[in-house]
């Protein structure tokens, strides 16, 4: 099998079996599996690469037991399984080349999305059989894609890294959906040293095979916060003076939380997006729940969005007279493509016969928590970019026909490869 046809294969065997943030277990044994047959890679797996008081939104020891015998059930090698814990199933490999250089990291993600899959036959995966194999999750985002062009790299370190120099780390972060997983890969050191940092996304902004978006501007800062209001229940009949209304002041709150006074200085966004309250038309609801996000087009507009959701939450809680928890559950900030790292990539991208087009940035307005690796990075002195592989979308991201043109695959690897000629080749 050519390296095309393995990029091809690889995504359809990840793309039917979807996982969603931190139990991505048979995807990232399948990744270990794969890498620990490269030559010369180190693999750190795990705790070894996240660090658990530092993720966001982590499943509950019994949620991540079921996925576990899931994964195995699916296939999963379990020695990695076993080392992944619960809900620590990032991956970082590693390639140390003789001569000195500097650490370039690329970042792929590797989680789905909780969506259910179109089983129309004019969507590729339903026609052509790899179709999610579990409804309520699909690769609707492309990360399926991500972490094949990740392990399509390692394969290339081998025929190119006879000229290379410092070293090469491929980080598969869990979680990305939701800005969960790079917080806790960050804490653990994953970025600590490196000189050159690269993420990259198919598709969004980029929707033409061949195009190459060296970077991206409008990433959205974001936090994203569950919240608990817990009242007092009551006979709505007899006695609805002793009771502590939640769902009523579940309703006050969404509706405060999207009047917040608008920052001027850029853009804000906030979204109740899930309300849950009550038990029973007769009774006073002692008990809601509201999942929400705000976002600001940079991190102060955010902080401020975040500090104004949380006064209204303790406000909110206060009039009605109920207890409110707030757990933050997901996190991303602004980020800023570095000016000499996109002409590496622009020079890169041009020197590939599938390139057809190269620009220097697309808007890609959505959350990213690549952000927190690239802060991190260039908070030391390093450069990073969040370039775009352009493919050809059937439909827009998150939807339930999304799919991506497989050819942008060999692309994306080639234009990783690329990248790593020009940093580490040393004369
Ligand atoms: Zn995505």
């Known amino acids: 099998m050519d390296l095309a046809q393995q990029l091809v294969a690889w995504r359809r065997d990840f793309h039917a079996h979807p996982e969603l943030g931190f139990c991505e277990y048979r995807t990232a044994a399948r990744v270990c599996d794969v890498l620990a047959a490269v030559p010369g890679c180190k693999l750190r797996v795990g705790r070894e690469v996240m660090t658990e008081s530092a993720r966001m939104g982590a499943p509950a020891p019994e949620d991540a037991a079921v996925a576990r015998a899931e994964a195995i ?26 001569r000195p250089g500097p650490t370039l990291a690329f970042r792929v993600d590797m989680d789905a999305l909780p969506v259910t899959e179109s089983v129309a036959t004019t969507h590729a995966p339903a026609r052509s059989g790899f179709i999610s194999g579990r409804p309520g999750r699909m690769h609707a985002c492309g990360h399926d894609g991500h972490t094949s062009i990740g392990l399509g790299l390692a394969q290339l370190v ?3 890294g006879a000229k290379w120099g410092g070293r090469l780390r491929i980080i598969f972060q869990p979680a990305e959906e939701g800005c969960a997983g790079a917080a806790s890969m960050v804490e653990a050191g994953v970025v600590k040293d490196v000189d050159y940092f690269v993420a990259g996304h198919l598709g969004t902004a980029a929707d033409e095979t061949g195009l190459v978006s060296c970077g991206s501007t409008g990433f959205l800062a974001t936090t994203k916060l569950d919240v608990t209001l817990r ?12 009771g502590r209304n939640a769902l009523l002041a579940a309703a006050t709150l969404t509706l405060q939380l999207h009047a917040i006074t608008r920052h001027g200085a850029g853009d804000s966004r906030v979204n109740v997006g899930q309300l849950i309250a009550g038990s029973g038309r007769n009774i006073i609801a002692d008990h809601a729940e509201l999942k929400l996000e705000v976002r600001g087009s940079n991190t102060e507009i955010n902080e401020f969005m975040t500090a104004e959701a949380r006064r209204i939450i303790a406000a909110t809680a206060a009039m009605h007279d109920v207890q409110a928890t707030v757990k933050v559950v997901g ?3 602004g980020a800023k493509c570095d000016a000499a790292l996109k002409q590496i990539v622009a020079g890169a ?4 016969p599938p390139t057809k087009r190269v620009v220097d940035s697309l808007e890609m307005p959505g959350s990213e928590d690549a952000s927190c690796f690239m802060n991190a990075v260039q908070a030391r002195g390093g450069q990073a970019t969040y370039l775009l592989i352009g493919s050809r979308l059937t439909a827009g991201h998150h939807h339930p026909t999304f799919d991506f043109d497989e050819a942008s695959l060999l692309h994306g690897v080639e234009l990783y490869a690329a990248i790593a000629d020009r940093i580490l080749t040393v004369p």
Do not use: I, Y
């Open 73 to 98: 059930a699916a296939g999963a090698n379990p020695k990695w399984v076993d080392a992944m814990g619960d809900g620590l199933t990032g991956v970082v490999a590693e390639w140390t080349f003789p």
């Open 158 to 160: 081998a025929r190119r």
């Open 231 to 242: 009242g007092v229940a009551a006979h709505a009949g007899m006695k609805p003076h002793e």
């Open 331 to 333: 996190a991303a900030q």
């Open 349 to 352: 991208a041009r020197s590939l």
